[in-house]
């Protein structure tokens, strides 16, 4: 957020209500516009103006959705993979 700040005065404030945002439509339906890991139940969306992806877990059984990351979106999937598992 400091970063986009320091480039324009209230941009870093629209980045976090786009990611806000993100996770109001998670919450509504995590399924809608996702891209799935092929392996795992792995889910990511992105906000609309922002280059950076909300990954997240989501769980159909329990109908829960955990937010693993807020990544920029160049980070290789090594990067994510390493956040989910903990490693």
């Excluded at 399924?31 to 792995?42: A, E, G, I, M």
């Excluded at 103006?49 to 959705?65: A, H, L």
Aim: hydrophobic share 40%; proline share 5%.
């Amino acid at each position: 957020m400091g970063w986009y700040e320091s480039k324009q005065e209230g941009l870093g404030a629209r980045f976090i209500n786009e990611v806000l945002d993100l996770w109001t439509e998670l919450e509504i339906n995590p399924l809608l516009n996702s891209k799935r890991h092929p392996s795992r139940n792995v889910r990511w969306r992105y906000p609309k103006r922002f280059p950076y992806k909300v990954i997240c877990i989501v769980d159909e059984n329990t109908e829960s959705v955990v937010v693993a990351a807020v990544l920029h979106a160049a980070r290789h999937e090594k990067a994510l993979m390493k956040r989910i598992q903990g490693k």
